[in-house]
């Protein structure tokens, strides 16, 4: 069936560097992708989002590149802040405004 | 500002009672969505709602339902709760249906 997955359930990362987490979705109608933050205790928070017809957007401090070709989806987090540090969602939309969600990844700053 | 919320934030039932979560939004939103949210399944799409009176079921619906009566609230009720729907429960609405979905702060329900 569909899927929506994450390479690595845990992250580490130093502040100041940057953060690359990636994705991979099976689907390849899906149109439309979005990368969500939740932090501990709350619902998870919009970040940034990509369409099909692009293979990558800037955001504040973020980038989101989209692979067609390999089905592969990553966020880029420049300078990473311990604000950072939560779990990080994919989700596809293929179905009518319907999201898949991976497993999510959690991304630790160390000071 | 707009916003959605939900409650309440924290429910503790017993089983085989019948429980129903609030989820409210200010955006206007015509799409509405109720998650629930375990270790290990990430987030997974109980029911959804694209409109007034228009239900759906989503991915676990067995043993949940849901009502629309107007554009801002989307209850989800437990019809006989049961242990395995102890998890956190997420309310979530779009705009539009290649659009973002705004996430409530979700309710953490434990069935003894």
């Known amino acids: 069936g569909e899927s929506v997955g994450l390479h690595l359930p845990t992250l580490s990362v130093q502040e100041g560097d940057n953060s690359i987490i990636n994705c991979a979705y099976s689907n390849s109608a899906s149109d439309y992708f979005i990368w969500y933050k939740q932090e501990s205790g709350k619902g998870p928070q919009f970040i940034i989002d990509?369409?099909?017809?692009?293979d990558k957007r800037q955001g504040q401090r973020v980038t989101v590149l989209l692979n067609k070709t390999v089905k592969h989806l990553s966020l880029q987090i420049a300078a990473t802040q311990p604000g950072d540090s939560a779990v990080y969602f994919c989700?596809?939309?293929?179905?009518?405004?319907?999201?898949?969600f991976g497993q999510g990844t959690e991304l630790s700053v160390k000071p | 500002d707009a916003e959605i919320t939900q409650s309440p934030r924290h429910k503790i039932t017993e089983t085989g009672r019948q429980v129903t979560l609030a989820c409210h939004q200010t955006?206007?939103?015509?799409?509405m969505f109720w998650y629930r949210q375990d270790l290990g399944h990430g987030l997974r799409l109980i029911h959804y709602s694209y409109g007034v009176h228009d239900t759906n079921k989503g991915e676990v619906s067995d043993g949940y339902s849901v009502s629309r009566s107007n554009t801002e609230d989307l209850p989800l009720t437990l019809e006989s709760a049961a242990s395995s729907q102890t998890s956190v429960y997420f309310c979530?609405?779009?705009?539009?249906?290649?659009?973002?979905?705004?996430f409530g702060p979700g309710t953490r329900l434990t069935v003894l």
């Open positions: 989700a596809e939309n293929n179905q009518g405004g319907k999201l898949i």
């Open positions: 990509i369409r099909s017809n692009m």
């Open positions: 979530a609405s779009s705009g539009g249906l290649g659009n973002e979905q705004f």
């Open positions: 955006w206007n939103h015509n799409n």
